[in-house]
């Protein structure tokens, strides 16, 4: 077996590796940092491909998942008499469907019906010299143009969007 033969530099160099290694693992830093600093001030800094890193602990906190309820809304009409009844903001399609029906003949309908029930969107009532069209799509705007398209194709005279209505869902987190 040959001697080793070490020069000063890696003398010091190995001193310090086993300097640096008593010092790390007697305590005063955390596992994956090192010691930095000189006599009398300390601190640690993490090693080199440390995930652990403070500024990487002290990420955001996740937003949690939106969560939405249905809505739902109804247009019930008596055409013959030109009543029109509507709810909207209802937590079922059936409670929508009475409170339109029930709207609907207080305001003096007699065979009313519920024409366009909806969900989360909108619905467009257009007016013509025939009979009504209720539509129903995400948007009014929609809804509207969609309900004068059909009016006017149709050969009706004087189709103009009579009400619109929207039940949009609810956020609840």
């Not at 009398?40 to 080199?48: D, K, N």
């Not at 809304?73 to 929508?96: E, F, N, Q, W």
């Amino acid at each position: 077996m040959k001697p080793l033969a070490l020069g000063f530099g890696s003398l010091l160099l190995g001193l310090l590796f086993v300097s640096y290694e008593v010092h790390a693992e007697g305590g005063s830093c955390p596992p994956g940092y090192y010691p930095i600093g000189g006599q009398g001030t300390m601190g640690c800094a993490p090693m080199p491909g440390n995930n652990n890193s403070p500024q990487q602990q002290l990420q955001t906190p996740q937003r949690p998942a939106e969560i939405w309820q249905d809505r739902y809304g109804a247009i019930a009409i008596d055409d013959p008499r030109g009543v029109l009844g509507a709810a909207t903001g209802m937590s079922t399609p059936r409670s929508a469907r009475q409170a339109a029906l029930i709207d609907c003949q207080n305001k003096g309908g007699g065979d009313c019906w519920v024409s366009t029930p909806f969900r989360n969107g909108c619905a467009a009532v257009i007016a013509s010299m025939a009979p009504s069209y209720v539509v129903a799509d995400d948007t009014a705007e929609k809804a509207s143009a969609r309900g004068m398209s059909t009016c006017q194709r149709s050969g009706n005279q004087n189709c103009r969007v009579y009400y619109t209505a929207c039940s949009p869902p609810v956020r609840v987190q």
